[in-house]
C-alpha cells in the first residue's frame, strides 16, 4: 500500500510541474489574427478586419465565399448592434499541426460565437476556416 500512495505523491508533483510551465508560455502566434480581427469589427470596418485576417490564407481565394461572410457580418452587427468587445471562449490544438479557437463577440443585443481553425503545415499557422453564429453551437463544439 505505502507504495501506491508514493506513486500517486509523485504523479500529483509532474502533473503539478507541467501546470506552472503551461502558464508561463507565450499566447500562441495564431490568438495575435484572430483578436486583431474582432478589434477591426469593434472599429466598424467589416471589410478591413477581413482583409487583414486572411492575409496569407487560402480562403482569400474564395472571393464569393468571402463576400458573403462579410456580408452576413455586417448584416448581424446592423441587427445586433455595434461590437463593444471580446472574449475567448476555448481553444484546442489537434496534435501539432491544426488549432481550433472560439471566441465571442460582445454587440449591443446579444453576442455573436466566432470559430477560426489554423493549420500549421511547417513553420507558420495558417487560418484555413472561419465561421460564426448567433446560436451558440459553435461554444459547444459542434
Known amino acids: 500500500m505505502k507504495a501506491i500512495k ?6 500529483l508533483v509532474v ?5 506552472v510551465g503551461a502558464s508561463t508560455r507565450p499566447a500562441p ?3 495575435e489574427p484572430v483578436e486583431t480581427f474582432l478589434q477591426g469589427l469593434a472599429g466598424g470596418d467589416v471589410e478591413k478586419a477581413f482583409v487583414k ?7 482569400q481565394e474564395k472571393k464569393s465565399a468571402v463576400e458573403l461572410l462579410e456580408n452576413q457580418t455586417t448584416t448581424a452587427l446592423k441587427i445586433y448592434g455595434k461590437a ?10 489537434y ?7 472560439v471566441y465571442v463577440l460582445k454587440t449591443e443585443q ?16 495558417v487560418l484555413i476556416n472561419v465561421r460564426f453564429n448567433d446560436e451558440f453551437d459553435i461554444l ?3
Open 15 to 19: 502533473v503539478g510541474l507541467g501546470l
Open 140 to 142: 459547444r463544439g459542434n
Open 95 to 101: 496534435g501539432d499541426s491544426v488549432a481550433r479557437v
Open 110 to 125: 446579444m453576442p455573436l460565437a466566432w470559430e477560426f481553425y489554423f493549420y500549421r503545415p511547417k513553420d507558420r499557422w
Open 53 to 59: 485576417l486572411l492575409e496569407g490564407s487560402p480562403i
Open 29 to 31: 502566434a495564431y490568438r
Open 84 to 93: 463593444l468587445g471580446f472574449e475567448p471562449v476555448s481553444e484546442q490544438v
Open 6 to 11: 508514493g506513486m500517486a505523491v509523485v504523479g
